[in-house]
């Protein structure tokens, strides 16, 4: 059994992950904000997983026990809030848009992890005002917890363009559609088509970080066309594939 490193706690601090690499399980007294200022990172815990490109940061709640996984040379900004300050309100990870502004400030704070002067307080009071109005953003893969969902998830989650029915997928994990789209919504808490789409653009973000070629994210992210690819990404993110290849490149630490 892996030992969970307990960190009481959060730091924070700017760092650079490798492409490919990653923190593995640990949790923290504080609650953290995460944010990737280059490449994508994935958030994962017992109930799944959160991604997020450059304009997105994910807030992880103190005492959740959780891992990072780089995709892309990723620049990672850390922040530690203390338990007793909770702009969100929500005791699960949560991702967030992140404005010009708020990335600033996230910017800022990291600089100098140590500097405690009235002015670094103030701008922490900002960045907790920022957090408190960001939109919330539904990029979350959940991890399924029955037996039939699991091996259905599994095959997905390794071949994310298998694009068979659930009717296909149900008589491969033994079970019938019906009983899997009512174990989407009760254990899942969505469709499987939304669970599915969750996968797919996750996974488009991570080979997008890697300077995949849009045409190619596409056709291994199960997408009939690029164009339907593009439609589907920029009703998701308000922008196109092509942005977030460019966005997952820049912003320097």
Not at 22 to 48: E, F, M, N, P
Not at 58 to 74: D, F, M, N, Y
Not at 173 to 179: E, K, L, N, Q
Request: glycine share 8%; charged share 20%; aromatic share 4%.
């Amino acid at each position: 059994m892996t030992q969970v490193r307990h960190e009481p706690v959060a730091p924070t601090s700017a760092r650079r992950l490798a492409a490919g690499t990653g923190i593995d399980a640990h949790r923290h007294d504080d609650h953290q904000l995460v944010y990737a200022g280059r490449g994508v990172l994935v958030v994962t815990t017992g109930a799944g997983s959160w991604t997020a490109p450059a304009t997105r940061a994910i807030w992880i709640p103190g005492g959740t026990v959780h891992s990072h996984q780089a995709h892309g040379e990723l620049e990672l900004h850390l922040i530690g809030l203390p338990a007793d300050t909770h702009p969100l309100g929500t005791d699960k990870p949560t991702v967030l848009l992140v404005s010009p502004l708020l990335r600033e400030l996230i910017f800022a704070c990291t600089r100098d992890p140590a500097d405690d002067s009235p002015e670094h307080r103030r701008l922490r009071a900002v960045l907790c005002d920022q957090l408190r109005i960001a939109p919330r953003q539904p990029l979350h893969v959940p991890a399924p917890t029955t037996p039939q969902l699991k091996a259905l998830c599994e095959i997905l989650h390794a071949d994310p363009a298998d694009n068979r029915t659930l009717g296909a997928l149900g008589r491969q994990v033994g079970a019938s559609d019906r009983t899997l789209s009512r174990l989407f919504r009760t254990d899942l808490g969505m469709t499987f088509p939304q669970w599915r789409t969750q996968l797919r653009l996750s996974h488009a973000l991570v080979l997008l970080a890697q300077d995949t070629p849009v045409t190619v994210v596409a056709h291994r992210c199960g997408w009939s066309s690029a164009s339907a690819f593009i439609d589907v990404f920029r009703r998701a993110f308000g922008h196109t594939p092509g942005r977030a290849a460019d966005a997952a490149r820049s912003a320097p630490l």
